[in-house]
């Protein structure tokens, strides 16, 4: 037992440590707005993501959210779920700050950006907490608006203005189909907090409305986790954005997707009641699985055929929103906890090893290496060690065994097997063994082939390399590691009910 | 009392007007037009459904959906203008340095 107890308020600490750093950077900034002095901006940024995750880390050891808080009238709820899924965004945040030093150097603009991605991952940290739609659409905005500016900030390149441009168009379209759904589900049960739904649902016979109402729903969190059919934004945004926005965009907004997806779906929408109960109306676990296979299937067989790298970590990584899918699409097998634990788990070895990969292109970017696979030709040769962090990376993603990669996509396609759902598990190997075949291509680049031109490579930029160096550590402890990890995610899970 | 099925059909309205909109307007600020109309579709719905109800929780959100929508309008306007220097058009059709 705590010596001291906090006010329950205090358990929404690492939302409110992002949402004070970015107060703070905007004072600073105004105090001297011409300022070049990035290693004050970067270090208040990375410190306050570093508190954050540091609440966040302790706040889950001590056991805070073992037992649901519920604030604010029910509307906000902070349990292990939640706090799991702040680790995994203050990490990240963490990784993308401290790298976004050397990346954003000739920015000139350099307070707003480290603010505005304290803004989002504000909205982010909140969205796993959200036990009503209100909050739910709040923070899922919170967490887009910022990353819509995020993606056009270089304002003067071509691709950055036009990767924020589709971004920000198919961002509007789902934000207003998601909020459209929330109003019919309203319409229908007479409340917008989560429990209230579940229990309004029980009673109603407007199936129809409800139904249209839950896959528009389903709609806009498709969009935040880049799953079809709203993942035409993802290859553009990815490649037109800075790579630090991308590697943050890929890992954390994603998964903030797919935990507000989890409790949504799961407290709002129960499987009992509204899958498989007498009075089933609606069953969006089918519609997980059909979500899930297209997924896969589409971004793993896009990313196989790229010509350039960054476009290919883009598709891949809609590949990998599709393997997160399974958590939710192998539900009703009796297997829940496993599976959805398993997805959780996914996620946060997904935010090391995807951010450590966009990472590596932010360091090849700021090297003026080229973007297609040729132009990595030979650079093994010149940069040993970042060689080694993106193949620990891209082994790690296509789920090889000796890294953290390889345990959550092991569990995910075992839950899904003993789940009864043997045919997911199979497409998802099928996926996996597709994917090894370009993530390997960049290894083979690196490693094999000889360098077909001068590397230009007069700087090591320590932001960059200290953040691929902490996302390959992780990488590689995740595994001897995963235990205490696995302990977590099925606890998040049962968090849920599952 | 006006039956509360002429106010989803009129939301439903406005709601396909928006994504029409959507699909055929090439113009950037046209586009962020209709996404007004599917936000305020929205917002008939929660004004009509919180009388239907007899609770206030579909007003209030309807609320910070306008809030929101102004917010989101601010960003867009703000895309649109550097898309404008960069590629003098706010034709959403001439962005196309990289593929669909």
Partial sequence: MAAFELPPWMALAPALTFALTALVLFVVDSIDPDSENRTLVAGTATLGSLAAAGFAVWYLFAGTGEEP????????????????????????TTLVCVASYDYMA????????????MLAATGMTIMPSANSLAIVFVSLELSSLPSYALVAILKKNRGSVEAGLKYFLVGALSSAILVYGISLVYGVTGSLLLPEVASGIAGTELNGVLGVGMLMIIGGFAFKTASVPFHFWAPEAYEGAPAPVSAFLSSASKAAGFAVA????????????????????????????????????????????????????????????????????????????????????????????????????????????????????????Q??????????????????????????????????????????????????ALSLYYYSRVVKAMWIEEPTGDFDIESR?????????????????????????????????????? | MVPIEYYLLLSAAVFCIGVFGILTR???LLFLMSVELLLNAANINLVAFSRFHGNLTGQTFSLFTLALAAAEVAIGIGIVLVLYRNFDDVDVTEATTMRW
């Fill in chain 1, 262 to 381: 989890f409790r949504v779906l799961t407290v709002g929408f129960p499987i009992q009641e509204v899958v498989v109960g007498a009075t089933a109306s609606v069953d969006w676990v089918l519609a997980a699985q059909i979500l899930a296979v297209a997924t896969m299937t589409l971004g793993n067989f896009a990313a196989a055929t790229q010509d350039t790298v960054k476009r290919m970590l883009a598709y891949s990584s809609i590949g990998h929103a599709g393997y997160a899918l399974i958590g939710l699409a192998a539900l009703t097998g009796g297997n829940d906890q496993m599976v959805l634990g398993a997805s959780m788990a996914h996620l946060l070895v997904y935010g090391f090893m995807n951010t450590g990969a966009f990472l590596f292109i932010a360091l090849a970017e700021h090297w003026s290496v080229g973007r297609t696979f040729e132009d990595y030709n030979g650079l093994a040769s």
């Fill in chain 1, 383 to 432: 940069a040993p060690f970042a060689c080694v962090a993106m193949t620990v990376f891209l082994f790690s993603l296509a789920g090889l065994p000796p890294f953290g990669g390889f345990l959550s996509k092991y569990l995910l396609f075992a839950g899904a097997i003993g789940a009864g759902f043997w045919w997911l598990a199979a497409v998802g190997a099928i996926n996996s």
């Fill in chain 1, 461 to 498: 930029p320590v932001g960059i390399y200290a953040a691929l160096a902490a996302a390959a550590i992780m990488t590689v402890l995740l595994l001897p590691g995963f235990g205490p990890v696995w302990e977590y995610a099925t606890g998040a899970a049962a968090a849920l009910g599952a």
């Fill in chain 1, 106 to 117: 000739d920015h000139h603009y350099q307070g707003e950006f480290y603010a505005l991605v």
């Fill in chain 2, 26 to 28: 090439r113009n950037a």
């Fill in chain 1, 69 to 92: 808080i519920v604030l604010f009238g029910d509307a906000l709820v902070v349990d292990s779920m939640s706090l799991f899924f702040a680790v995994v965004f203050a990490s990240v």
